[in-house]
């Protein structure tokens, strides 16, 4: 399928597992979601299960769809950026209940599905990005600007962060707004974020986004987009430096 027949907004997204799950047979824990709505909008997640948990691809994958669903089902979409905090917000949590509902009804304990979520709205004109946990979202303005929407969320120790099945999970998320014309979008787990990053202050690291971004300039057959994006995944380049699961959306508009 071409990727320009879709809408203006170019996407191509992949979660691979990690070396460390594969050598322990475990599935990927990541997952990722995103709609094209009327308007020039796109509503996009990310989320990464915890390792400790035994159904973290669940909970992540519940995460992720129910997040996105709940933006993209609204018969009237907010007007101005505190209308889409509100909402962003307000998935956040249908996604957490939904993730607690399910762990009741696989009568488990719900940190057993325990994940964090990356919730993005882009349009022409703002990017607006709602966080729990690790990993991050920046924005591209065309011209080789790259800016942090969000930055990884830890807790007191470096390996620590939040849940969103945590208690207070949903009160502490990351709401950010970037307010300009975003031209490039990428949300990554935090398998990548020492790649993509630089720690600890959470900047995008120019030379890893900038061949991302010049690639989503060109590509046009979603298909071999994926396959290409996959590879760069699993590449030693990418796989020496990091054995955690792996999940990267990129989005370009225009």
Request: with cysteine.
């Amino acid at each position: 399928m071409s990727i320009e027949a879709q809408s203006q907004w170019r996407v191509v997204s992949v979660s691979v597992a990690g070396t460390s799950h594969e050598k322990r047979g475990k599935p990927c824990q990541d997952a990722h979601h995103w709609q094209i709505l009327p308007e020039g909008i796109l509503v996009a997640a990310v989320a990464d299960g915890a390792g400790s948990a035994n159904l973290g691809d669940v909970g992540a994958k519940i995460a992720v769809d129910v997040a996105v669903e709940t933006i993209s089902q609204q018969k009237l979409l907010p007007k101005d950026n505190i209308g889409w905090q509100f909402l962003l917000v307000d998935a956040l949590r249908a996604a957490k209940n939904a993730v607690l509902s399910e762990s009741q009804v696989r009568e488990v304990e719900a940190r057993e599905l325990a994940a964090t979520l990356i919730l993005v709205v882009a349009t022409p004109e703002l990017a607006i990005a709602a966080q729990v946990g690790d990993g991050a979202a920046v924005v591209g303005d065309g011209e080789e600007n790259i800016f942090p929407v969000t930055t990884p969320q830890t807790g007191e120790h470096i390996n620590e962060t939040t849940f969103l099945i945590s208690e207070q999970g949903v009160e502490t998320a990351q709401v950010k707004v970037w307010l300009g014309k975003p031209v490039h979008l990428a949300i990554f787990s935090d398998g990548l974020q020492m790649l993509a990053l630089k720690m600890p202050m959470g900047l995008p690291h120019s030379p890893f986004f900038l061949p991302l971004f010049k690639f989503m300039t060109v590509v046009t057959d979603e298909e071999e987009a994926t396959k290409q994006l996959e590879e760069f995944l699993r590449s030693p380049k990418v796989t020496g430096r990091t054995d955690d699961d792996l999940t990267l959306l990129l989005a370009r508009y225009g």
